[in-house]
C-alpha cells in the first residue's frame, strides 16, 4: 500500500520581525445581497476594524483595538467610511465610462498601508488601486509618483505626478503617520500579534486517481512554506500553491495541490512539508496511508473563501481612477483618507 508522507518543521522565517497595516476599500456594482462598499484594516494579516454600506457603522473585531480605542475614534472611523462610500460609488460608474463598458458586475478597489521591522527599523509603504482585478494606478513609493499599466490611467496618473502638494502628504502619511499608528497597534495587541500557533495540516483526496490537497491551517502568524517532495528530492512539477487566506478566529490557512497519476503514485513516496515558526516538535513526521485519506476534499477552505467574501476581506488587487480624483484633507485616526479620490 502506498502512503503519503506529511511532514512539519519549525522554522525561524526571516520577517518574522516585519509588521504591517494595510486598509482595504472596495466598492462593487451590480451585485444584490452584498454591501456596495466595505472597508477592511488589517494588522499583521489579522483584520481588526469593519465597515460596510448596509450596516453604516465602523466596528472594532480584535479585543485589543476594543480595549484601546474608545467612541471618538469609531465615530471618526464611521464617517470617514460614510464619505468614502459616496466617493466610490461615483468612482465606479466613472471608471466604467472609461472603459466603455456596459452596466454589470465592476469592482473598484483600493489598498494601502505601510510595513516597519521592530529588529531592524526599516520602513516601507504602498497604495495600489484596481478595477475589475486588474491594476490600474499604483505609488512608487521609492520614487513617489504613480505609474498606470494602462492607457485608460495615463490622465490621471499625469495628473497627480504634477500636484506636489499631493505627493507630500501622501509620503508623510505613509512615511509618518501610518507608521505611527502600525506601532501603536502593535503594541495595543502584542500578546495576540506576537503569538506562534502551529499549523494543522491534513492530506486531502477525492479518490485514489484524483489530486491530493496538502491543507495547513489554524496557524500564526501567516508566514508558512508548503511544498513537496518526491523520493527525498523536491518536487515542483504539477503544483498548484493556493493563497493564503484568514480564519474567522484571526489564524490562516493555506493549500497546496499536486496532480500526480495513480501509477507515479505506486512507484514513488511523496511527501508534504510545511514550515512554520510556530511549530516546535522539531521535525514530526507522521505517515498517512491512502485508505485514510478524506473523502471531501477542502472543506474548510471552501467555507473560509465565503467567509472572506463576507467580512469584506476581497482581495483582488487594487485599482483607482483616471481622470480628476481630488484628494481629502487627513484624518486624525488610523486610517488615511488624504489620498481618497474622487472624480
Not at 462610500?85 to 458586475?105: C, D, L, P, T, Y
Request: some cysteine; overall charge negative.
Amino acid at each position: 500500500m502506498r502512503s503519503v508522507v506529511l511532514l512539519l518543521l519549525g522554522v525561524q522565517l526571516a520577517y518574522a520581525g516585519t509588521h504591517s497595516l494595510k486598509y482595504v476599500y472596495t466598492g462593487v456594482s451590480g451585485v444584490t445581497g452584498f454591501p456596495e462598499f466595505t472597508t477592511v484594516g488589517l494588522v499583521d494579516g489579522v483584520q481588526f476594524m469593519y465597515f460596510d454600506s448596509n450596516e453604516k457603522k465602523a466596528v472594532p473585531k480584535t479585543e485589543w483595538i476594543r480595549l484601546n480605542e474608545g467612541a471618538d475614534y469609531w465615530d471618526s472611523e464611521t464617517q470617514i467610511n460614510i464619505d468614502e462610500h459616496q466617493v466610490f460609488k461615483n468612482n465606479i460608474e466613472v471608471v466604467r465610462e472609461w472603459f466603455n463598458q456596459s452596466a454589470g458586475v465592476h469592482t473598484y478597489q483600493h489598498m494601502y498601508g505601510c510595513e516597519w521591522d521592530d529588529q531592524t527599523g526599516a520602513t516601507n509603504a504602498f497604495r495600489q488601486l484596481g478595477y475589475d482585478g486588474e491594476d490600474f494606478l499604483s505609488l512608487d513609493f521609492k520614487e513617489m509618483r504613480w505609474i498606470s499599466p494602462v492607457q485608460q490611467g495615463f490622465k490621471t496618473v499625469q495628473r497627480w505626478n504634477n500636484n506636489r502638494g499631493y505627493i507630500e502628504s501622501d509620503r508623510n502619511y505613509l512615511s509618518t503617520e501610518c507608521i505611527e499608528w502600525l506601532q501603536k497597534y502593535v503594541e495595543y495587541g502584542k500578546s495576540s500579534l506576537q503569538r506562534k500557533v502551529s499549523p494543522q495540516v491534513s492530506l486531502l483526496q477525492k479518490s485514489s486517481s484524483s489530486s491530493v490537497a496538502c491543507h495547513a491551517t489554524g496557524f500564526y502568524p501567516s508566514g508558512v512554506t508548503i511544498s513537496w517532495m518526491k523520493n527525498g528530492e523536491e518536487h515542483h512539477e504539477d503544483v498548484d500553491l493556493g493563497e493564503l487566506l484568514p480564519n474567522e478566529d484571526g489564524t490562516f490557512q493555506k493549500t497546496s495541490t499536486i496532480r500526480v497519476s495513480p501509477e507515479e503514485w505506486k512507484n514513488n513516496k511523496f511527501s508534504c512539508v510545511v514550515q512554520h515558526q510556530g511549530y516546535s516538535g522539531g521535525g514530526k513526521i507522521r505517515p498517512i496511508e491512502e485508505d485514510s485519506l478524506p473523502i471531501m476534499p477542502i472543506v474548510g477552505v471552501l467555507v473560509a473563501v465565503v467567509l472572506l467574501i463576507a467580512i469584506g476581506v476581497i482581495v483582488f488587487v487594487v485599482y483607482k481612477k483616471k481622470q480628476g480624483f481630488k484628494p481629502v484633507s487627513g484624518s486624525d485616526d488610523g486610517s488615511n483618507s488624504s489620498a481618497r479620490p474622487q472624480a
